[in-house]
Antibody
Framework: EVQLLESGGDLVLPGGSLRLSCAAS????????MYWVRQTPGKGLEWVSA????????YYADSVKGRFTISRDNSKNTLFLQMNSLRAEDTALYYC?????????????????WGQGTLVTVSS | EIVLTQSPGTLSLSPGERATLSCRAS???????LAWYQQKPGQAPRLLIY???SRATGIPDRFSGSGSGTDFTLTISRLEPEDFAVYYC??????????FGQGTKLEIK
């Protein structure tokens, strides 16, 4: 069974840092590009960051560029999001999601599995 | 960056009725890589439709997607009680940027 389990969410002061993790199981992790998507309370979805299968390519939404860093450990089937210089507007439920990619080409199927999310609250 | 605009914001219908949800893109979606997701309270989004018109695994055939270029539609032929939720469209043709629409809430009338 495919599972994505996020952790690391917490209450943090503005300007603080947090590291989110997403533990994957039930599939070959290294065959999937991985993503972070966030959802503010009562609002919509915002793509945050992406990482290629090998970890050699990383991408960020403008809203987090220069503050967040995505990484992965394929030996441990785990995805990470290092969040620095946190702001109130980063408060959200953070989901990880996957997309199958092989040989440099990604499937026509986008985010077919999502985790249940981990809550980040930035407040003084 | 593509902007996706969904309409209506809220749709009030009764079980058994037909639902039509719209997603309009500010520019053409590459390869018609347009997806639809369903989200219920307290749950993660669930992929319904990809490539504008292909149903994801396990999705009932009352859900269908259509459209191309900049105009896309999600149709639910006969609403079941479990279909009342929020629906989002997503452009994934502009990888690695993945834009979502603001959502349409489908509520029971």
């Amino acid at each position: 069974e495919v599972q994505l389990l996020e952790s690391g969410g917490d209450l943090v002061l503005p300007g603080g840092s947090l590291r989110l993790s997403c533990a994957a199981s039930g599939f070959t992790f290294s065959n999937y590009a991985m993503y972070w998507v966030r959802q503010t309370p009562g609002k919509g979805l915002e793509w945050v960051s992406a990482i290629t299968t090998s970890g050699g390519g990383t991408y960020y939404a403008d809203s987090v560029k220069g503050r967040f860093t995505i990484s992965r450990d394929n030996s441990k089937n785990t995805l990470f999001l290092q969040m620095n210089s946190l702001r109130a507007e980063d408060t959200a439920l953070y989901y990880c999601a996957r997309r199958f990619c092989s040989g440099g080409t990604c499937s026509s199927i986008p985010f077919d599995y999502w985790g249940q999310g981990t809550l980040v609250t930035v407040s003084s | 960056e593509i902007v996706l605009t969904q309409s209506p914001g809220t749709l009030s219908l009764s079980p058994g009725e037909r639902a039509t949800l719209s997603c309009r893109a500010s520019q053409s979606v590459s390869s018609n890589y347009l997806a639809w997701y369903q989200q219920k309270p307290g749950q993660a989004p669930r992929l319904l439709i990809y490539g504008a018109s292909s149903r994801a695994t396990g999705i009932p055939d009352r859900f269908s997607g259509s459209g191309s270029g900049t105009d896309f539609t999600l149709t639910i032929s006969r609403l079941e009680p479990e279909d009342f939720a929020v629906y989002y469209c997503q452009d994934y043709g502009n990888s690695p940027l993945y834009t979502f629409g603001q959502g349409t809430k489908l509520e029971i009338k």
